[in-house]
């Protein structure tokens, strides 16, 4: 798919930004300064036309183009270096009459902030390349159709911090692909393509909220007293 020649030359400019700035006094990261965090993610996504029309026509229904997804975060931070997976699901599965549609997918994001560490508040631009499945049932008695499709992720948070606890507003862009399904011939989708990539991308707006983990120097620290 034409979007693979786009994440490709991404993913390789952030594996050698992530080297350079893990890299200090010729060692990699410092094992005692990382922390692992968790978070909980929920915003309202508004999908492309061309996407919408590809669940409208799979379906025969007439679908909003505006949805809420739900997401869950497992990552590390080294410093203001932040990698994580971003497990994205549908909490509330859109249906008209017998009909659905539902998606889920990952993605590895990569994220810097721009404050330092454990500033009150912060601002984090991240990106990541993903993978998204795209589910579609045209009434109670067929099974689901599926279409994989690649994804590219680009966000930005706004955070108040708080201790290992913190809350953050964050808005983006989401560029996804999907390949149109086999089943949607001229027949049953009349003037829409059962082949090539379709634009399924999303602008969306949530809150977050966070919990990160004490690093090894801290965990010390905190012995001590």
């Known amino acids: ?39 909980l993610k929920g915003d309202f ?8 029309k590809l669940i409208n026509s799979a379906t025969g229904k007439s679908y909003s183009k505006i949805y809420v997804d739900g997401h869950v975060e497992i990552g590390a931070e080294h410093l203001q270096l932040r990698t994580w997976f971003d497990i994205d699901f ?22 810097y902030k721009l404050l330092h560490q454990n500033s009150i508040f912060n601002i984090i631009p991240s990106i990541g390349p993903g993978v ?9 008695n067929t099974e689901l159709a599926s279409s994989f499709g690649p994804t590219l992720n680009l966000e930005l948070e706004l955070r108040l911090q708080g201790g290992q ?5 964050y808005g983006g862009y989401k560029v996804v692909r ?9 027949d049953n989708a ?12 999303r ?3 949530g809150l977050k909220l966070s919990w990160t983990m004490l690093n090894n120097f801290q965990r010390r620290e905190k012995d001590l007293f």
Not at 13 to 37: E, M, P, T, W
Not at 45 to 51: F, H, I, P, Q, W
Not at 90 to 111: A, K, L, N, Q
Not at 191 to 199: E, F, L, T
């Open 1 to 39: 798919m034409r979007i693979f020649t786009k994440i490709l030359p991404t993913a390789l400019l952030i594996a050698f930004l992530a080297q350079a700035s893990f890299a200090a006094n010729g060692n990699i990261y410092d094992r005692d300064l990382v922390r692992g965090f968790l978070g």
């Open 45 to 52: 996504r508004s999908m492309k036309s061309d996407g919408v």
């Open 90 to 111: 549908m909490p509330i599965t859109p249906e008209r009459g017998d009909t659905e549609w539902f998606s889920y997918g990952i993605t590895w994001m990569w994220g």
């Open 132 to 140: 998204e499945l795209m589910n579609t049932r045209a009434s109670n």
């Open 165 to 169: 606890f913190s809350a953050g507003i």
């Open 178 to 186: 999907h390949y149109g399904w086999d089943d949607l011939s001229a």
């Open 190 to 201: 009349s003037g829409w393509p059962s082949r090539g990539d379709v634009n399924a991308d």
């Open 203 to 205: 602008a969306f707006v």
